[in-house]
């Protein structure tokens, strides 16, 4: 099947690694070429480089919670390739902990990036996209079912999945997508530190693999073809939704 992805250009944020990179990788290995932004200087650049160099790739240092950063990777899309047809907006993970026990600084940070981070990246990108843009919002299963452990996300990610539906009321007229992406439990560095953080990984994974029809994590590379496809144009009549990547772990219909 052909996702039409040839020379299609797409900024994925925090995609040094994990889900924004894996989808990197795919949109790449279809034809595109991609902006990635991080906070590591050195991981970003090596990412870049490891997808193709600058005929391929560019890396840019940068934060959500920066106002500028949206700007900043419409600029260099332009700038480096001439185009922008759409984004991935990842932001890491929340620090974990229960709602009742979480600080306000803990909460007025995460809002500022995972949050107003995303709300921000979500108002540039489109603005300055064309009909048949897309945008797609990794978000988490927590949207729509709380993770024991996970406070902060319970609380934010339910909020994102709103402004997406809004977001694509506003720009479907104008041919361009928003999706949101419900990852479950994949095995991504984030993760791992969820498993490691309760003193007996193996029986926190072996636990978490219980829970999923399929019995096992998620490669990131799994997300990442998803997320390549709702981004291309073979998707070009999905807005408004979300897709949850989890193994068939969430049990609403």
Not at 9 to 28: D, E, I, K
Not at 123 to 131: F, K, P, Q, S, V
Request: proline residues 6%; charged residues 20%; aromatic residues 4%.
């Amino acid at each position: 099947m052909d996702l039409g992805l040839t020379d299609r250009v797409y900024v994925l944020t925090g995609a040094s690694r994990g889900l924004g990179y894996a989808t990197a990788q795919c949109l790449v290995a279809d034809g595109a070429r991609v902006v990635l932004s991080a906070r590591d200087a050195d991981a970003v650049a090596t990412a870049a480089q490891q997808l193709g160099g600058p005929q391929r790739a560019v890396g840019v240092t940068a934060d959500l919670a920066d106002p500028q950063t949206p700007q900043r990777l419409v600029a260099a899309a332009r700038e480096h390739f001439g185009r922008l047809d759409g984004a991935l907006i990842s932001v890491g993970g929340p620090p974990a902990g229960n709602a009742a026990s979480i600080s306000d600084e803990q909460w007025r940070v995460s809002f500022e990036t995972v949050f107003l981070g995303t709300v921000r990246a979500v108002r540039t990108i489109a603005g300055a996209l064309d009909e048949g843009g897309a945008i797609g919002l990794v978000l988490s299963t927590s949207a729509r079912g709380p993770v024991p452990g996970l406070g902060i996300s319970n609380g934010l990610r339910p909020g994102l999945v709103g402004v997406a539906k809004d977001v694509a009321d506003d720009y479907g007229p104008r041919g361009v997508r928003v999706v949101g992406l419900l990852p479950g439990r994949i095995l991504t560095d984030r993760n791992r530190e969820l498993f490691a953080a309760t003193g007996d990984p193996e029986r926190a994974r072996a636990e978490a693999e219980a829970s999923i029809p399929l019995r096992r994590l998620g490669d990131p590379a799994e997300f990442g073809r998803v997320a390549a496809f709702v981004l291309s144009p073979a998707a070009s009549y999905l807005t408004g939704l979300t897709v949850p990547v989890d193994g068939g772990a969430l049990r609403g219909l």
